[in-house]
C-alpha cells in the first residue's frame, strides 16, 4: 500500500515540479520562490507508556500496535494546505502517541472499550485524505490520542448480485473496492478527487461525492446499510432498502466523521459494469449559460454520469485538463459531460443530451477535452504540492446552494477571497455536482504566499465561510466540517441543531474519546 507523506499528496513516484507551461504562467502571475520543506519532521514523545498499551497488544497482536515515529509520522493530520503547511514547517505537534489496526468489528470494539477504561482519544483513520482538519483531534484533558488505522478491514464481504449490493469493509480504498466488485461484474462508481487513496469508510464518515455523482449519486445516497462499534456497543442499520420505522438512523452516521462511532461495515448500492464509456466538452460563452444548461439538464432528467463546468477563469488556465494548464485556450468555458452503461443506453442519452445543449446555445467540442479531463482527473492535488514547492498558496473550498442562489453566492464567494488575499489573487471555480434544485460551486484559489503563509490563508477561508453563511449557502458540500468548519456549523443548522447533535454525541460517546473537537460545535 502507498503512503502518502505529511508534507505531500499521493505517491512519493508521482510527485513532479511543475510543468513548463504552468511554471511559465506562475512566474507571471506570482513569481517564483523556492520554499523547500523540511527534511525530516521530528514527532514528539508518545505519551503513552508501555504497560498502558499492552492490553491492546494482547488484542490485536504486538505488530498492530505501533508507536515508532514513523508510523506516527504517517498518521499526522490530513491533506489540507495548512496541514502541509504546517508540516513542512516543521510542526507534527497533533503526532498520535500510538496507531493501533483492528483486524475486526470485535477488535475495534475492544480498542473502544479500553480507550473508554484508559480517556484515551481516538482518531478513526482511513485513508488520511480530509482537508478540513477531520484528523486533528484535540488531546488537552485525554491520557494521550491514537490512530485508529482501519487499514487492515479491506475485505469485499459479500455480494448480492440480486438485489444488487455489495458489504464492503472501511479500511478498502477507492481503487481496491472497484477492483474487488470488478471481479464480481459489478462497480460502485464513487469517483472523488481523493479516490485514489480515501477509503470506503471516510466516503461514509464525511459524506463524499464523487465526480461521477449526477449518474451514481453521492456516497450517502449508495448507502444502504451500516455496522457501527461505539462506546456504548454496536449499532446494525439497513434491514430493508426503504422503511419509515422512524427518522433514518443511517443518516445519523453518515457525516459523522468519527465523532459518534466507528463504521466497520458498509453495505452499498452496486451496478453492472458498463460496457461503453464515453467524455466529450462543450463550449459555453459564459458561466451563466452553461449553469442554466446544467440546470435544464437537471430539471429535464437527463443527467449524464458525469457532467462539470468551468468558469472563465479556469477555463482560461485549463484546470479542467492538468497536462495542459497554462497552454491555449478556447475561451468561455467549458463543461465536460460523461455517459456510462450499454451503448444503447448511452447512445440515446447522448443524442437527447446533445440536442438540449445544442438549442440552449452550447458548441460541441468532441471527446478531446473530455478525455484529457478523464485521463488527468486525480491530478490537481500534486500540482498544488509543486506550487507550494514554489511560494504560490494554493487551497480549494467548496460550498452549495439552490438555483436561484447560484450567482449571488458565486460573486460573494469570488469577492471576499479576492479582498482578503489581494491583488493578483487567482480565483477559479466550476460547478461540481449538480441537482434539481441546486448545485455544488468548487473554487481554488492561488496566491502568492507571504512571510507566514498559514496565516495568510486561515484569514481568507474566513473570510470566505462568513461570506457562504451570509449568502445562505452550506458551510460545506462534500469536504465535511472536520474542525476548519465547525465554527459556521451552528449558523447553518441553529443552536437546537447543534444542541441535538450534543446530546447524541453524549449518549453514543459519554467519556468523549471520539475524534474529540471534531464536528460537534
Excluded at 89 to 110: T, Y
Excluded at 175 to 188: C, H, K, M, S, T
Excluded at 399 to 407: D, G, K, P, V
Excluded at 411 to 424: H, K, M, N, P, Q
Aim: negative net charge; charged residues 20%.
Amino acid at each position: 500500500m502507498i503512503e502518502m507523506h505529511p508534507q505531500r499528496w499521493g505517491d512519493p513516484a508521482r510527485a513532479a515540479a511543475l510543468p513548463d507551461s504552468t511554471r511559465g504562467l506562475v512566474e507571471l502571475a506570482f513569481g517564483l520562490a523556492e520554499t523547500p520543506a523540511a527534511e525530516r519532521v521530528a514527532v514528539p514523545p508518545s505519551a503513552l507508556a508501555d504497560d498502558l498499551l499492552a492490553p491492546l497488544r494482547d488484542a490485536l497482536g504486538a505488530e498492530h500496535v505501533r508507536t515508532d515515529d514513523e508510523t506516527r509520522r504517517l498518521r499526522t493530520r490530513g491533506k489540507s494546505t495548512p496541514d502541509l503547511l504546517k508540516a513542512r514547517a516543521g510542526d507534527l505537534a497533533d503526532a498520535p502517541d500510538a496507531v493501533v489496526r483492528p483486524g475486526s468489528h470485535a477488535e475495534v470494539e475492544a480498542v473502544l472499550a479500553w480507550a473508554v477504561e484508559h480517556h484515551v482519544a481516538v482518531v478513526p483513520f482511513g485513508g488520511g485524505t480530509s482537508v478540513t482538519g477531520g484528523l486533528s483531534a484535540r488531546r488537552d484533558g485525554f491520557a494521550g490520542l491514537v490512530s485508529l488505522d482501519l487499514v487492515r478491514m479491506d475485505r469485499l464481504v459479500s455480494v448480492d448480485h440480486e438485489s444488487m449490493t455489495a458489504v464492503l469493509e472501511p479500511g478498502l480504498r477507492g481503487p481496491d473496492a472497484e477492483a474487488l466488485l470488478a471481479a464480481e461484474g459489478v462497480l460502485l462508481g464513487h469517483y472523488p478527487q481523493s479516490f485514489e487513496f480515501a477509503s470506503i469508510g471516510g466516503f461514509a464518515a464525511t459524506r463524499s461525492s464523487g465526480q461521477s455523482s449526477a449518474g451514481y449519486g453521492r456516497f450517502d445516497a449508495l448507502v444502504v446499510g451500516l455496522r457501527v462499534a461505539t462506546p456504548r456497543g454496536p449499532v446494525e442499520l439497513g434491514s430493508a432498502p426503504a422503511n419509515a420505522a422512524g427518522p433514518d438512523l443511517r443518516q445519523l452516521f453518515l457525516g459523522s466523521e468519527g465523532a459518534f462511532g466507528v463504521i466497520t461495515a458498509v453495505t452499498v448500492r452496486v451496478r453492472p459494469l458498463p460496457e461503453t464509456t464515453v467524455y466529450e466538452g462543450w463550449h459555453w460563452p459564459s458561466f451563466a449559460a452553461g449553469a442554466d444548461a446544467m440546470r435544464a439538464l437537471a430539471q429535464s432528467g437527463l443527467l449524464p454520469t458525469v457532467l462539470r463546468l468551468s468558469d472563465e477563469a479556469e477555463t482560461a488556465i485549463n484546470l479542467a485538463r492538468p497536462d495542459s494548464i497554462g497552454g491555449e485556450s478556447a475561451g468561455g468555458c467549458l463543461m465536460i459531460t460523461g455517459y456510462e452503461g450499454t451503448p444503447s443506453a448511452v447512445a440515446a442519452k447522448r443524442t437527447a443530451v446533445t440536442a438540449l445543449l445544442t438549442g440552449l446555445g452550447g458548441t460541441s467540442a468532441g471527446p478531446e477535452p473530455g478525455e484529457a479531463w478523464a485521463h488527468g482527473r486525480f491530478e490537481a492535488p500534486y500540482l498544488r504540492d509543486a506550487m507550494l514547492d514554489v511560494g504560490v498558496l494554493v487551497e480549494t473550498l467548496e460550498t452549495a446552494t439552490f438555483w436561484s442562489n447560484r450567482q449571488a453566492l458565486y460573486d460573494a464567494v469570488r469577492t471576499a477571497l479576492e479582498t482578503s488575499l489581494g491583488e493578483g489573487t487567482l480565483v477559479l471555480c466550476h460547478v461540481s455536482h449538480v441537482y434539481e434544485t441546486g448545485c455544488s460551486l468548487y473554487f481554488t484559489v492561488a496566491a502568492k504566499g507571504d512571510a507566514d503563509p498559514l496565516a495568510q490563508w486561515l484569514a481568507a477561508k474566513r473570510a470566505a465561510s462568513d461570506a457562504i453563511v451570509a449568502a445562505g449557502a452550506t458551510i460545506t458540500h462534500h469536504h465535511a466540517v472536520g474542525t476548519d468548519h465547525k465554527p459556521w456549523l451552528t449558523a447553518e443548522i441553529g443552536e437546537l441543531g447543534a444542541s441535538v447533535l450534543r446530546a447524541v454525541k453524549a449518549d453514543l460517546d459519554p467519556t468523549g474519546v471520539l475524534n474529540p473537537g471534531v464536528l460537534i460545535p
